[in-house]
């Protein structure tokens, strides 16, 4: 691999913030030796924007810019049967590419 490695973090409807923000500010945060980043991360939204329940989240990357990301984050959301069919589908394009998910599995619902 050439280059800085790319992380793309999954936002979409119903997407719990906590998931999402803990590796946001985790992997942005890190620099090399010489103060540069050293990750490329970018939060990709599904569709025109990604409802959290108590806020929404805009961001110029979208699921299809997922599909070049070296690492695929996918954050926790409220109920994971509700999962949209795009995010299944950018985890799967990125893995054929040869990506690592990353999935934080999080249920905040009675089965």
Known sequence: MS?????????YRGVVPFDLAMPLETFARVR???GAPAYAVRVCIDGAGADTGH???ASPWTLEDAAGADTV???GMYDPR??????CGS????ARRGAWPRLRRTAMYDA
């Open 73 to 75: 984050v996918v954050p």
């Open 82 to 87: 509700d999962i949209p069919a795009s995010v």
């Open 32 to 34: 090399d030796a010489q």
């Open 91 to 94: 985890v799967a394009e990125a």
């Open 3 to 11: 280059g800085i490695h790319r992380i793309a973090i999954l936002a």
């Open 55 to 57: 806020f929404s989240i």
